[in-house]
């Protein structure tokens, strides 16, 4: 089997759901990328986490065009894993020494900034949780970018349906958020309602 | 806040980067002066980090079930393993030589020229069970010259002289390695072709996933030369349930483990010389397997 073009995994990941899938698992199961990932992080528990963490990112950041084709895509995935340890190592710092001149100069998060931003996830997954069934699935494809069609086609519904569907999924959603006063607090935002 | 489908559609654009830039700058220069407006933006960018959220739990949930596909991972065990394996292969050297000045009947090499699948069976042998009957008579495809002390011998005998090593020397090459070294599967081969069995199966110890059949196949076999046949039959094991093409090949090599291992395994042996032999399986060893039943039987 050869290895994957940047191309392919670039495509891949850009594709149909099963190219996508394919295009990430052979990221995920990369033996040089992960034996290089190692060798940055010395426990191996911890390497495996941060390589998840680098998957995920690495897909967001292809979906969103962040990756520039500036380098191959493996340089790219050191560099967010290389990029990952440092804001890990930044957040440590952060909690024990909050006051440094660089916190107090916005160079860095505060840690209360930290907080929040992991609260605000909490609060999101919860709020996630509580959505019926089909939704994550629906709201994953549309995040995706894919057409109505596509996503008729993957739910085996009528593309109607489907639109249908995904309105009343982020309709779900949104208005979840908008009874979080926890969430809508941490934003500093008001009631949301329409 | 106006949170009416058209502007939540056209924040949406925003946030998602497809806006026009002139749309764009118009929306960011509202939403410095507007309040609302910069809030329904902060609160739909919200509504999007949700939906990330999803993706990323959703991929989060396929790496779990890729995770499984990835090699073990070394182990300060396997890494310092060939100080153990020295130590051990130093032992059993030392206990083989002075099992064999004590005892000038040592079993020699088998002859591969009389291996079961070379013998013609007698026709009309029972099917089972096998391997239970009592130890009396040296069945007549032992190797020349081999007189086994027990019965563990015997079966252990049968088993080395019905193996034959399959020739590692066209194994695929793999890509794995994309800076023009020998690929880890090429090294494998390469020690497995010059008989280190030992190298072969340690050059493996990490399985390359996209050519895991056939590092399984060379560490199965290396384990199996070996004689570390429980190792043999663990990796053997595994190849009759993902091997693809090669799985009937397996059962046949896991099935010899298992004769090595009587009568330890007698009744894994039994079931899967059952199966080989099944004529509804058309399984291609079904004549070796029969044959090897026909020796077991002879040597009751």
Redesign the interface.
């Known amino acids: 089997m050869e290895p994957w073009t940047d191309a392919e995994i670039i495509t891949g990941i850009q594709g149909t759901p099963a190219e996508r899938d394919m295009a990430l698992r052979r990221v995920f199961l990369d033996v040089k990328l992960r034996s290089t990932v190692r060798g940055l992080v010395r426990d191996e528990q911890r390497s495996k986490d941060v390589f998840q963490e680098a998957v995920i990112k690495f897909d967001r950041a292809i979906r969103t065009g962040a990756f520039e084709s500036r380098s191959n895509w493996r340089t790219y995935f050191v560099g967010i894993v290389k990029w990952h340890l440092v804001d890990e190592a930044r957040k440590k710092g952060n909690q024990t020494q909050e006051l440094k001149p660089e916190v107090l100069d916005g160079a860095t998060e505060h840690p209360e900034i930290v907080l929040i931003e992991g609260e605000r996830r909490k609060l999101l997954k919860t709020a996630i949780a509580r959505l019926p069934g089909e939704c994550p699935e629906l709201l994953e494809m549309y995040m995706l970018d894919y057409s109505m069609k596509e996503i008729a086609e993957q739910a085996v519904i009528s593309e109607a349906n489907a639109k249908q569907q995904a309105k009343r999924c982020r309709d779900r959603l949104r208005e979840f958020i908008s009874n979080s006063p926890e969430l809508l607090h941490v934003l500093n935002l008001k009631t949301a309602k329409s | 806040?106006?949170?009416?489908a058209s502007f939540l559609d056209k924040i949406d654009d925003y946030l998602?980067?497809k806006l026009p830039p002139d749309e764009a700058m118009a929306l960011e220069q509202k939403s410095a002066v507007d309040p609302e407006t910069a809030?329904?933006i902060?609160?739909m960018r919200?509504?999007?980090?949700?939906?990330?959220?999803?993706?990323?739990?959703?991929?989060?949930e396929?790496?779990g079930g890729?995770?499984e596909?990835?090699?073990t991972?070394k182990t300060n065990l396997s890494r310092y393993g060939w100080v153990l394996g020295a130590a051990f292969a130093l032992l059993i050297g030392v206990a083989v030589w002075r099992w064999a000045a004590s005892d000038p009947q040592t079993i020699s090499a088998p002859d591969p020229a009389k291996t079961p699948a070379n013998t013609v069976p007698a026709p009309g042998q029972p099917d089972a069970p096998i391997a239970q009957q009592p130890d009396n008579q040296i069945p007549t495809q032992a190797p020349p010259g081999q007189k086994p002390s027990s019965k563990e011998n015997r079966y252990l005998a049968l088993a080395q002289a019905s193996y034959q090593s399959p020739d590692f020397s066209n194994i695929r090459k793999?890509?794995?390695?994309?800076s023009g070294s020998p690929s880890l599967i090429e090294q494998a081969a390469a020690f497995y072709i010059q008989k280190k069995f030992a190298l072969a199966a340690q050059t493996l110890d990490?399985i390359?996933?996209?050519?895991r059949t056939d590092a399984l196949k060379i560490r199965a076999h290396a384990f199996f030369n070996l004689k570390n046949y429980n190792l043999a039959a663990v990796e053997f094991e595994d190849l009759t349930k993902t091997g693809g093409r090669y799985r009937n090949d397996a059962e046949w090599h896991l099935l010899l483990c298992y004769l090595a291992l009587l009568p330890a395994e007698q009744a894994r042996f039994d079931t899967l010389l059952r199966k080989i032999r099944d004529p509804q399986q058309s399984h291609p060893f079904a004549d070796k397997a029969t044959a090897l039943q026909k020796v077991l039987a002879a040597g009751r």
């Open positions: 806040m106006n949170l009416d998602s980067g809030e329904a902060e609160f919200l509504e999007r980090e949700g939906m990330e959220l999803i993706l990323e739990e959703r991929l989060r396929k790496m890729w995770e596909e990835l090699p991972p793999g890509g794995a390695d994309a990490s390359p996933p996209n050519q």
